[in-house]
Structures are given as C-alpha cells and as structure tokens.
C-alpha cells in the first residue's frame, strides 16, 4: 500500500499575485509527483483552499488537478480544515465532493447525542479512513468530546485517522502559547493519524495511537513560513513507512539585520552587503530588520534602491518585515495612570510631543483618539460587511474634515 498524505495547501491564501501563483505551482507540482510515484490513494488533512469559497483560477487549478488523479483511477480522500469550513455549509468542498472529485471522510451520524463516524473503504487497497474536522479556534474539540470511540478503535483492517487539529504531545516549542489538544481526544488504535493544521513537519509513533504525522504546508504561507521552512512538502506513505518529499518551486534567500544603535544608512548598507556579489534568479528574498534605531526613522531605510538592485538580480520577489523596527523617539513609554482613557490620551500626548512638528496640540489629540474610536467599531448584527466598511469609511472622513 502507498498512498500520499497532504496538508495544508491553502490555495489562494497569498494576498499578492506572485506568490498566490507559487501556493498553486506547489499544488501541481505535488500532485504530478504523486502520480508519477503512482501511489493507491491521497489523503488531504484539510484546508485544500485558504477560503470556503475560493477563487475561480483557484478553484479551476484544484479541478483540472483532482481529474487528473481521477482519470488514473486515484482517489482522494479528504476532510475541511479551519478554513475551508464554513459554519454556513456553503463551502465548494461540497461541490466538488458532488463532481466525483474526493470524498470528504468526515461522515457520522448522532446518536443519542453521541458522534458516530463511518469508515470510507478504499477499494483498491481495502483501506479503511474516517476523521474529523478543523474549525477556527480549536471549535473542534467539542466533536471529539462527543465521539463514539469504542467502535472506531475495534474496527479490524488497516485504518487512517484524519484531523486538522495541534497535538499537546507534539507541539513545538515556537508554538508553545498555542491552543492545542491532548492526544487522548483522538481514538486509538489506527495505524495512521494524517494530521494539518500547525504548519509543522513532524512525526511520530505513540503507544496505542500508530503513526502521528504533520508534513506541513505546500508552500509556506507567511513571512515567518518562509524564513523558517523555506518551502513545503508532503509525505509518501509505503508500507507503513514514511518519506518526506519536498516541493520546491523558487529558493528562498532571507536577510535578517539587527538596527539596535544604528542609523537608517548603516543598515541600508548592512541589507546590501548581504547583496553584493551574489545572483538571485528566480528566488524570494526576505529581509526582517529589528530594533531600535539610533537615529532618523524607519523610512529612511533605502528600502527601495535595495529592492530595485534585488530585482536586477532576477529575483522573484521581494517582501521586508519592519514589524519590530521602531525609531528612539517612539520608544515605549512608560507611564503612571489609573484607567484606560487616561493611558491612551498620555501615550498620545507624549508621541505627539516628540514630533518635531508646529502647531500640534489639542486638536491633534482629539482627531487621534476620535480615529481609535471609529477604528475599532465592530459591525452591528445584520449588517453586511459592505455597508459596515462604508460605515466606517463616513464615520473616518466626518473625523478628518474630509
């Protein structure tokens, strides 16, 4: 038995183009190796597609591939992860589920308050699957607390567990904060726990449980993704043993500088020793500057001639994070005050304080505080998401006299 265990291809989850075009190059590709290995079966362990309703180009891509698979007599097994669910049940999932493409696994019945859920056999091998569902905040737990477990740990054959859920047991260190489920929650006794949802790549044999298995994201899907993991990948699965094979579309070039002490032109000279001398055809580049600076303020970094030099050197793309770069004169502040109005309106004032600008005073601080308050408005129930965006858009302009 060989079949492919696949997590996490959040098709269309990049908000630029070019790198929303290599999340969908990563699923193509994965899916060619996974006929060109020619294995029984593929597992997807949930959010096929970053959105319940994803975009056309997107959704045509993930059609035309599944056929593929389908034509060569290659079933795909599936359930909805944190993002491709929806609480509505308007997900393409369904659709697609309906053309024949997949079959979702996460099929149960109540009874007497209690989840059943059925296995799905694989003809072919005579492989027995089921699972669960991811939902947004760990929501899921509740589906597991309910779940009739003797059943499923009885069943005789070889057996596949899907969940989209992190693992107590299994969580790394950089994820330590995160919410997570014990191990407990998830019955025992099958040999193969396809898991997705943290973005790791791990695995591992646990006593009662069989294989836990995490292959990661196809394509990284943040900033961190991209330093840490550089590209994505799935596992092939072969009698019971386990080969990661790695999808790699474009190299990943990261640039990390620390700006602590230095002025703006110091670390635009540091990001480009780090360039000089070297070529960057069809490669992402990113570039974290962290830290305080000495002097001058972040935009005064030559993030633009060093983009424009990247990109003389055939880059793919390049994207900076500066979440962590902040100025010395809006250092954090450190005040005394009773309640919360109080602490705002004093971090404003000192801020506007140490601008070097005329004719700030009052009115500034008021024209501050009125834009937080519009800024952090929440929807009235009912209201659609246009007509809220609109909303505030009215409330933001009457503010700023425009």
Excluded at 351 to 377: A, C, P, W, Y
Aim: glycine share 8%; with cysteine; aromatic share 8%.
């Amino acid at each position: 038995m060989k079949f492919a265990h696949i997590a996490d291809c959040h098709i269309g989850g990049w908000r630029d183009p070019k790198l929303r075009n290599v999340g969908a190059l990563a699923f193509e590709k994965a899916i060619d190796a996974c006929v060109e290995k020619d294995v029984d079966f593929v597992i997807v362990s949930g959010d096929l597609f970053n959105t319940s309703l994803p975009s056309v180009d997107g959704l045509k891509m993930v059609v035309k591939k599944l056929r593929q698979l389908s034509n060569r007599s290659i079933p795909v097994y599936l359930i909805a992860g944190s993002h491709d669910f929806s609480p509505s049940g308007k997900t393409m999932l369904d659709v697609l589920e309906g053309a024949g493409l997949f079959v979702n696994v996460a099929k149960g019945e109540e009874v007497e308050g209690r989840l059943k859920l059925n296995f799905t056999v694989d003809s072919k091998t005579g492989a027995k699957i089921t699972g669960l569902l991811g939902k947004k905040g760990g929501l899921e737990r509740g589906y597991y607390e309910a779940l009739m477990k003797e059943g499923l740990e009885k069943e005789e054959g070889y057996k596949i567990f899907l969940f989209h859920s992190l693992l107590s047991e299994l969580k790394p260190k950089s994820l330590e904060k995160v919410d997570s489920h014990p191990l407990s929650l998830l019955p025992k006794n099958f040999d193969y726990y396809a898991g997705g949802h943290p973005h790791i790549v791990t695995n591992a044999k646990m006593d009662g449980y069989g294989t836990i298995a995490y292959p990661g994201p196809l394509f990284p899907n943040n900033f961190r993704e991209l330093e840490e993991l550089s590209s994505g990948g799935f596992y092939v699965v072969e009698d019971g043993v386990l080969e990661f094979e790695p999808v790699q579309i474009y190299n990943v070039f990261n640039i990390k500088v620390d700006a602590e002490h230095k002025a703006p032109k110091q670390v635009s000279e540091e990001i480009m020793d780090h360039i000089t001398g070297k070529e960057f055809n069809d490669t992402i580049v990113t570039i974290r500057v962290s830290g305080i600076l000495e002097s001058g303020k972040p935009s005064d970094i030559d993030f633009k001639g060093i983009f424009e030099k990247l990109y003389e050197k055939s880059a793919y793309f390049v994207m900076k994070n500066t979440n962590a770069l902040v100025s010395k004169e809006f250092e954090e502040i450190k005040i005394d005050a009773k309640d919360v109005e109080d602490v705002e309106e004093r971090i404003i004032k000192e801020h506007i304080g140490q601008i070097n600008v005329e004719g700030i005073g009052d009115k500034e601080v008021f024209v501050t505080k009125e834009l937080m308050r519009v800024l952090s408005d929440s929807r009235i129930e009912g209201e659609k998401v246009a007509d809220f965006e609109i909303r505030v858009r009215e409330d933001m302009e009457k503010v700023l006299g425009v």
